[in-house]
């Protein structure tokens, strides 16, 4: 199995069926870390048929290019995810635009892993797809995620007010944008 492409520490593959188990793993090691930032699931989201059923999802949605639903593995471990970055909403036409989302296995959080996936998908979605603009929406309690995309050039559009219902309640959201000005339609 080939991955899409690779960075300096990192192996970015598209989610398949194959990829299943490793993703239900993954995001049952990280329920508690990213609960104040992620939509609270039932348990019987956390099966493999669930995770069987959402791969295969986003494998039907890459081949129509409405999503870029990127896992991240170290080099020298193909085992396990240390991260997902995923472009959601692909518009083509006029706009050429993207909502970026990605997440961090809380072991690897403060060493750079997460700048390293995000900036990675940023070139290939700008270099190879071609896009005009990504955003971002980030809860403004969610600092660590608000400086990673500060310091990979986004700017801050304002506020989408009640945004995701998160934890019992609508939270609002930072807007942050990306262009690539060399992009055309």
Known sequence: MQPLFETERLR????RVEFAKPLLAYERGNIQACKPF???HQSSYYTLASFQALCSRQASLYEQKR??????????????I??????????????L??????SIE??????????????????????????HRLEAHIMSSNEASRRLVTRLG????????????????????????????????
Request: glycine share 8%.
């Open 97 to 102: 635009s993207a909502k970026i989302g990605y």
């Open 154 to 185: 986004f700017l801050d559009e304002g506020v989408c007010r009640d945004y995701l219902f998160l934890n019992g309640r609508w939270e609002d959201h930072l807007r942050y944008a990306l262009c690539n000005d060399e992009a055309r339609p």
């Open 38 to 40: 992620s939509v609270t």
């Open 12 to 15: 970015a593959y598209v989610s």
């Open 106 to 131: 809380s072991g690897f959080w403060r060493q750079g892993y997460g700048t390293e996936a995000v900036a990675s998908v940023i070139s290939y979605a700008f270099d190879h797809m071609k896009l």
């Open 67 to 80: 999503m870029l639903p990127l896992l991240f593995f170290l080099k020298q471990d193909q085992k396990h």
């Open 82 to 95: 240390v991260g997902t970055v995923y472009l959601n909403h692909i518009v083509w036409g006029a706009s």
